[in-house]
């Protein structure tokens, strides 16, 4: 059923109708790049997917009595052809001194690549955050692609021991890669281990290294993280990953520490999702989720 399409009725609004142009605490930016991905992708697409696919849910979380009405979204619209290192300037140029206007930022991706160029653009120290990945990936390759942002980050000046790598996915990354994690002093969380640990009892833990001492925290949700069969549309997603309502429950506990500012959700190629959209509308969910949790949050 199309956008246009859906029932109307007043006493059940859609979550599409949060976004607007008036200043409100989470905001949402277009990052769509695409250019430099290891597989051709059409994640150029995603953000405006992602916007429409708002209007198939409502603003209200009955389990927590939670009306996001009452707060709403702005909506910066989109970075104009964020690739290479002319779009990059112009992605941190976009993004720069949000963080003063706004208690969470979030980009849509794009591919995630976006990760680079938003936190850089966010904090012009980037000795002074932390970082946490959701990904089947470490993202520790060399050159400028969606496989380098970390690696590229930590580079910038971003400390290892306060970046969290939860999902990594056997079969997924390498031996040279796993050691670089580990010369970096990046704490990895494969996925192996979530399979006996809780998930809120994982985040607690990225959470306390990632903002040790007081700093802010960038998060970045690579949606491949997901088990393949919820997230057809993310080109490197694998049988096995985490389930799509863990990803939610992760959204809506990050955005309720007052030091994660910005969270990014990259790596879907709505071209190639499943007829029904199932990886675009849990994008639209880690949305809703994030702005729930900064509802439920005393920051």
């Known amino acids: 059923m199309s956008v246009a399409n859906l ?5 059940w609004p859609r979550a599409n109708s949060l976004l607007k142009s008036a200043k409100t605490e989470l905001a949402i930016i277009g990052v769509p790049a695409s250019a430099t991905a ?3 992708t059409s994640a150029h697409l995603t953000p405006a997917a992602i916007r429409a696919a708002l209007a198939k849910y409502s603003t209200f979380a009955g389990s927590t009595s939670t009306e996001l009405q009452t707060s709403g979204i702005t909506d910066l619209g989109d970075v104009a052809s964020p690739d290479h290192a002319e779009g990059e300037a112009r992605v941190a140029q976009a993004v720069r001194g949000l963080l003063e206007t706004h208690k969470i ?5 794009g591919d995630n690549s976006i990760t680079y160029s938003v936190a ?9 955050i932390g970082l946490i990945t959701f990904d089947a990936h470490h993202d520790l390759r060399d050159g400028i692609s969606n496989g ?17 790598q939860i999902g990594l996915s056997d079969f997924a990354n390498s031996g040279p890669y796993a050691k670089r994690a580990k010369e970096a002093g990046i704490t990895t969380i494969h996925r192996a281990e979530l399979r006996d640990r809780k998930i809120s009892e994982v985040i607690a833990q990225a959470l306390e290294i990632a903002g040790a001492g007081g700093r802010e925290i960038y998060v970045d949700i690579d949606v491949d993280v997901c088990d393949r069969s919820v997230a057809p549309a993310c080109p490197a997603s694998v049988p096995g990953g985490i389930s799509a309502d863990e990803l939610r429950q992760t959204a809506n506990l990050v955005a309720q520490d007052s030091r994660v500012r910005a969270i990014d959700i990259t790596e879907i190629d709505v071209a190639s999702d499943a007829a029904d959209g199932r990886t675009v509308r849990l994008a639209a969910l880690l949305v809703l989720e994030i702005a729930a949790g900064l509802a439920a949050s005393s920051r």
């Not at 930022?105 to 991706?109: D, F, K, T």
């Not at 380098?148 to 969290?164: D, H, K, T």
């Open 7 to 11: 029932s109307n009725d007043p006493n």
């Open 38 to 40: 290891l597989s051709p």
């Open 105 to 109: 930022l979030i980009a849509l991706g």
């Open 120 to 128: 850089a653009g966010l904090f012009p120290d980037l000795s002074k």
């Open 148 to 164: 380098s942002p970390i690696w590229r980050l930590i580079q910038a000046g971003l400390p290892g021991e306060n970046i969290v």
